[in-house]
């Protein structure tokens, strides 16, 4: 059956957010991402205005770690996960209201790179603890691979779908025909490369995200030494060239290193909730500014800005952490 899978303004019932508590992969900075990961969960939760929050922990340790840094009304759930990254391990809802259902994609651990156990089983154990009817797929798909405007139109990148580690035997199109089957696409623009550092192999969540039917927004470098000025610019160029896209400009935070190493440190990681858009932030120059433009973008919400140097050090931001359930 083929649904459409909303945009990630249309309401939703509630979120899921993965909770750290892997300390070796947070290279000495797992307290900050937690930190960082409750601030995120209590914006989105708004004191209760804006959509209930189900934050993913692995066992009644983490539950007690978590319990002490989220607000009240925070549902935690004791679900084991290997990684954060719900936004690639867990379910994408299609579909609203009575309609809905989980899609539930296969997940190969980002072409066998980051192999932690239970990232393969959480998908479908949340897609059960949804209650709504769940479709297995049977190829490799990552939400942060994504992004839809809600009207069947999709941005992603060639580097990840495309990428011979994830659906060797799948063609380009043979990826649209499975997108449009799984999630009611029936247009894609296939931008180039994901950002620098990005250990996913380029998801688009990082480089380009739709604000609205029709309008993408993407990344302006920010000075001559911004790692992914070329990048930014080819994705303007392909974007373009597709025709029929309003192109938004939203700021690059430019060069963000941890330990001597650029991070995919990007504010097209933000979140959009029912009541706010949570905009990472990295303590860059351009992070007020970010906050701004998407202030503008989404008038019907607030646009929060909270620290992400913590979450960053996993490799990725809060879009990457979550995965909303539409109402």
Request: hydrophobic share 45%; aromatic share 6%.
């Amino acid at each position: 059956m083929t649904l459409p899978m909303p945009a990630e303004w249309a309401p939703h019932a509630a979120v899921w957010i993965g909770f750290p508590h892997l300390d070796d992969e947070w290279a000495g900075q797992i307290d900050a991402a937690r930190a960082d990961v409750a601030a995120f969960a209590n914006v989105v939760h708004d004191g209760g205005r804006g959509e209930e929050v189900r934050l993913a922990v692995n066992d009644e340790r983490q539950a007690q770690i978590a319990a002490a840094l989220v607000d009240p009304g925070v549902r935690i759930l004791v679900q084991p996960l290997g990684d954060i990254w719900l936004r690639d391990t867990g379910p994408i809802i299609v579909g609203t209201g009575p309609k809905r259902r989980a899609r539930n994609f296969r997940f190969n651990w980002w072409g066998e790179k980051f192999v932690m156990p239970g990232d393969q089983e959480v998908g479908a154990a949340l897609a059960a603890e949804s209650g709504l009817p769940v479709d297995e797929q049977d190829w490799v798909l990552e939400g942060g691979g994504i992004d839809v405007d809600g009207t069947g139109l999709c941005v992603t990148t060639e580097e990840c779908l495309l990428n011979i580690n994830r659906n060797p035997s799948l063609t380009r199109a043979d990826i649209a025909v499975r997108l449009h089957q799984s999630l009611g696409i029936d247009r894609l623009l296939w931008l180039g490369k994901g950002l620098v550092g990005d250990h996913t192999d380029g998801h688009v969540d990082n480089l380009a995200r739709f604000v609205g039917e029709g309008r993408l927004a993407l990344p302006v470098a920010a000075g001559s030494d911004d790692p992914n000025a070329d990048i930014y610019e080819d994705a303007r160029v392909r974007a373009a060239a597709f025709g029929g896209i309003e192109i938004v400009d939203l700021p690059s935070p430019g060069r963000v290193e941890m330990d001597g190493e650029i991070v995919a440190a990007s504010y097209m990681n933000f979140y959009i909730g029912n009541t706010v858009v949570v905009v990472p932030t990295y303590g860059v120059a351009n992070d007020a500014a970010a906050v701004e433009a998407l202030a503008a973008l989404f008038p019907d919400r607030r646009a929060v800005g909270v620290p992400a140097r913590g979450i960053i050090a996993g490799g990725g931001s809060f879009h990457c952490s979550s995965q909303q359930v539409p109402a």
